[in-house]
């Protein structure tokens, strides 16, 4: 059984920073891509970032590029999100992603997902 489990989210103050982290288990975890997509209440699910399962592959939404940095260690099976310069649209409910169709953009180019964490950021 395949499960992604986030971790890290909470609330912060504008500035700020967070760590999110996501750890799978029951799925083969090279080869994989993981991403990361936010949900801010009332929204469509967003994409944020995503990484190859090299790791050398990173994609970002131009909202957080320069602000987050996605990684993963794939002797953990686990990735993670630094974000820093937090901003209050900042705020949602981020979900972990994996999957098999490269470093896709949209929900559906990816086949597993976790619960979400949610992140608050305060003005």
């Known amino acids: 059984q395949v499960q992604l489990v986030e971790s890290g989210g909470g609330l912060v103050q504008a500035g700020g920073s967070l760590i999110l982290s996501c750890a799978s288990s029951g799925v083969t975890f090279s080869g994989i891509t993981m991403g990361w997509f936010r949900q801010a209440p009332g929204k469509e699910r967003e994409f944020v970032a995503a990484i190859s399962w090299t790791g050398v592959g990173k994609e970002y939404a131009d909202s957080v590029k320069g602000r987050f940095t996605i990684s993963r260690d794939n002797a953990k099976n686990t990735e993670y999100l630094q974000m820093n310069s937090l901003k209050p649209e900042d705020t949602g409910v981020y979900y972990c992603?994996?999957?098999?169709?490269?470093?896709?953009?949209?929900?559906?180019?990816?086949?597993?997902w976790g619960q979400g964490t949610q992140v608050t950021v305060s003005a």
């Open positions: 992603a994996a999957g098999y169709g490269g470093l896709g953009v949209a929900t559906h180019d990816y086949h597993y």
